[in-house]
Antibody, heavy 122, light 107 residues
Framework: QVQLVESGGGLVKPGGSLRLSCEAS????????MAWIRQAPGKGLEWISY????????YDADFAKGRFTISRDTAKKTLYLQMNSLRPEDTAFYYC???????????????WGQGTLVTVSS | DIQMTQSPSSLSASVGDRVTITCRAS??????LNWYQQKPGKAPKLLIY???TLQSGVPSRFSGSGSGTDFTLTISSLQPEDFATYFC?????????FGPGTKVDIK
């Protein structure tokens, strides 16, 4: 069945780096745009980054620019989020999501991973 | 950035009740508005997209309406499995923003 499985979360010190992975299965990975969304414990949802199916188009939230990098490997059917210069306020569950609908707008997130927890603390 | 608000922030209701949640956008969204349900410890689940289209597999007691800046999610007859938090999300422009959520719990 259609599934997204994240990995790579954990405890990291402020200023440190982490790379999250999201393995897709049950659908043709390259046909779909993908995104990362995060949720601080007990808080709301925050969109981080978008990458087109081809990988040629990327959009980032302002807080992610210069620190977070989204990428994808079609052969491995895997989405990545490289996170550098991590701050305590980056502590959150990070969700990998599949995006359907329009190319750059009028789209929606129809498949979500289970989430991986990133904790930034000394 | 487009700001999304929801009301109420929480509500208590009984099984069988009709529940209405409102989402307001700071700009005209046309119908680029989606709704998600999240249960504790779980990832969000898509309920409705493009303001009123029910996602496959979602029960018909859920419905969405609205356009422009004001949108509504309605649960026609609340069931035990519907106690959860509901979020709206705009897909008009990046950054795609979410409402703060409405928690529906048992009266």
């Amino acid at each position: 069945q259609v599934q997204l499985v994240e990995s790579g979360g954990g405890l990291v010190k402020p200023g440190g780096s982490l790379r999250l992975s999201c393995e897709a299965s049950g659908f043709t990975f390259s046909d779909y745009h993908m995104a990362w969304i995060r949720q601080a414990p007990g808080k709301g949802l925050e969109w981080i980054s978008y990458i087109s199916g081809s990988g040629r188009t990327i959009y980032d939230a302002d807080f992610a620019k210069g620190r977070f990098t989204i990428s994808r490997d079609t052969a491995k059917k895997t989405l990545y989020l490289q996170m550098n210069s991590l701050r305590p306020e980056d502590t959150a569950f990070y969700y990998c999501v599949r995006e359907v609908g329009g190319a750059y707008f009028n789209n929606w997130f129809d498949v979500w991973g289970q989430g991986t927890l990133v904790t930034v603390s000394s | 950035d487009i700001q999304m608000t929801q009301s109420p922030s929480s509500l208590s209701a009984s099984v069988g009740d009709r529940v209405t949640i409102t989402c307001r956008a700071s700009r005209d969204m046309i119908t680029y508005l989606n709704w998600y349900q999240q249960k504790p410890g779980k990832a969000p689940k898509l309920l409705i997209y493009e303001a009123s289209t029910l996602q496959s597999g979602v029960p018909s007691r859920f419905s969405g309406s609205g356009s422009g800046t004001d949108f509504t999610l309605t649960i026609s007859s609340l069931q035990p499995e519907d106690f959860a938090t509901y979020f709206c999300q705009q897909s008009h422009s990046t950054p795609f923003t979410f409402g703060p959520g409405t928690k529906v719990d048992i009266k």
